[in-house]
């Protein structure tokens, strides 16, 4: 069976992974996040959640309202750890939050061999894109310290893309297919099969 | 010669005439104003577009494997959410 690790499960790596459940692959979570009230607006997290860490919290909704077993891993990963955290697994899933881990990871995957797959979500939340490792270059903030979209308006994108990564992970796993995708409130867009 | 696909406000489309593939980002930028502001993407006119609407904008070049040139001018993602 194939595994697949989320790198990251806040607003893009809670709900792909829910939408991932029957993919008939294993599934690791990794995030040293804790959930607040105010994620629940737009991650895939339940009240009783709250105060949990992000990864061992989506790993028990998974098991309770799903019966589907993961595995969680609720550290940060770094340079330090990536090779032992990607261990394993078929194909790595970046949904991190910050342009130094996502280099971090790509770095390690690319060490490693490993298929690796980005997704991000612009910060006024009216635009994302799914991405291969090799067509990947991450964007500078505009300024320091720009702030997430972490209100529930941007639900509907983040869940339209969210999907979308999850498609794009689906068909990784059927067929090796590696397809880009730019998704916008008017749509998704293929960029590259 | 490439297709020009801008997306603004949530909202995205293609430019129905090629231009050069080549053109410098800042060449992209300046079009694609242009561009929006005259209707030449149906749903996304906008008539009072300022100058400096795609000032942070990233251009993408990409190549279709049938070897389509396309280029994107989209917003930046520098987040995961």
């Known amino acids: 069976m194939s595994r697949v690790v989320f790198c990251g499960v806040g607003a893009l790596g809670s709900n792909a992974a829910l939408y991932c459940r029957e993919l008939g692959a294993e599934l690791r979570l990794i995030d040293f996040d804790r959930v607040e009230s105010k994620n629940l607006a737009a991650q895939w997290f339940v009240k009783q959640s709250v105060g949990k860490n992000k990864a061992e919290a989506v790993r028990l909704q998974l098991a309770n309202f799903y019966g589907h077993k993961a595995e969680a891993m609720g550290v940060r990963l770094g340079a330090h750890n990536a090779a032992q955290l990607l261990d394993g697994c078929d194909l790595a899933v970046d949904c991190f939050d910050n342009q130094d881990s996502r280099l971090v990871l790509s770095e390690a995957a690319r060490v490693a061999g490993l298929p690796l797959v980005h997704a991000a979500l612009a910060a006024d939340g009216t635009f994302g894109l799914v991405r291969w490792d090799e067509r990947f270059a991450p964007d500078r903030e505009d300024a320091a310290g720009q702030a997430t979209c972490e209100g529930g308006e941007h639900l509907p994108l983040i869940g339209l893309l969210a999907s979308t990564l999850a498609r794009a992970i689906q068909d990784f796993l059927r067929s090796g297919t590696r397809a880009d995708y730019m998704v916008s409130l008017s749509g998704v867009l293929r960029t590259h099969i | ?81």
């Open chain 2, 1 to 81: 010669m490439a297709v020009l696909n801008i997306t603004y406000q949530g909202n995205s489309g293609d430019y129905d005439l090629e231009i050069d593939y080549a053109a410098s980002d800042a060449d992209i930028r300046r079009i694609a104003v242009e561009v929006v502001r005259s209707g030449g993407i149906r749903g996304l006119h906008l008539a009072n577009l300022p100058d400096n609407a795609f000032a942070n904008y990233v251009v993408d070049r990409l190549r279709a494997p049938g070897g389509e040139e396309r280029i994107y001018l989209r917003p930046k993602v520098p987040f995961g959410a």
